[in-house]
T-cell receptor
Framework: DGGITQSPKYLFRKEGQNVTLSCEQN?????MYWYRQDPGQGLRLIYY???????QKGDIAEGYSVSREKKESFPLTVTSAQKNPTAFYLC????????????FGDGTRLSIL | QKEVEQNSGPLSVPEGAIASLNCTYS??????FFWYRQYSGKSPELIMF????GDKEDGRFTAQLNKASQYVSLLIRDSQPSDSATYLC??????????????FGRGTQLTVWP
């Protein structure tokens, strides 16, 4: 089935540890996005990419890093510099042509141990 | 920073009633508008999008857009308990280097009681 797959569903981070969240899509979408959602809050954009080997910072990029080596994959690393990483992380994608909407993966819930 | 404002609610309506969800946005140049539904603990799912002034209907859902007033709304007719969720309004920037990014409101929590 075509879709956006995020893994793992739940992730725990120890102090000082980097963790990587996976996002894979088989929809042949050019653009991919990472959002963070805190309880009772809307979605805030962390990073986005409109083409392979290119990405832009969103509104809250500090403490995060990404790569886009393949069209299908857009992994997000939460570094130890992100002091409050506990949140629900959502990956989305869309085709860049036309006015197509974004669709989301099922999300990864990250917690601090 | 582009602002998207929604009534935080919670909004509570009886089964069968019309639920009205409202959203205003600050960037007059915005062109594309989206409504997502998010059940507790789940990811958002797209339910409606609208680009032109006026109404767009899809089943029990109607999106209304008024660009002059910078206002977009979502009406849910014949509300069902299964409609109970948080509804997120999103506005897209279709210009320049930020092409395609969305700006989200904080969401309105809707409860439909039997």
């Amino acid at each position: 089935d075509g879709g956006i797959t995020q893994s793992p569903k739940y992730l725990f981070r120890k102090e000082g540890q980097n963790v990587t969240l996976s996002c894979e899509q088989n929809l042949n979408h050019d653009a991919m996005y990472w959002y963070r959602q805190d309880p009772g809050q809307g979605l805030r954009l962390i990073y986005y990419s409109q083409i392979v080997n290119d990405f832009q910072k969103g509104d809250i990029a500090e403490g995060y890093s990404v790569s886009r080596e393949k069209k299908e994959s857009f992994p997000l690393t939460v570094t130890s510099a992100q002091k409050n990483p506990t949140a629900f992380y959502l990956c989305a994608s869309r085709p860049t042509g036309g006015a197509q909407p974004q669709h989301f993966g099922d999300g990864t819930r990250l917690s601090i141990l | 920073q582009k602002e998207v404002e929604q009534n935080s609610g919670p909004l509570s309506v009886p089964e069968g009633a019309i639920a009205s969800l409202n959203c205003t946005y600050s960037d007059r140049g915005s062109q594309s508008f989206f409504w997502y539904r998010q059940y507790s603990g789940k990811s958002p799912e797209l339910i409606m999008f609208i680009y032109s002034n006026g109404d767009k209907e899809d089943g029990r859902f109607t999106a209304q857009l008024n660009k002059a007033s910078q206002y977009v709304s979502l009406l849910i007719r014949d509300s069902q308990p299964s409609d109970s969720a948080t509804y997120l309004c999103a506005v897209r920037d279709d210009r320049g280097s930020t092409l395609g990014r969305l700006y989200f409101g904080r969401g309105t929590q809707l409860t439909v009681w039997p």
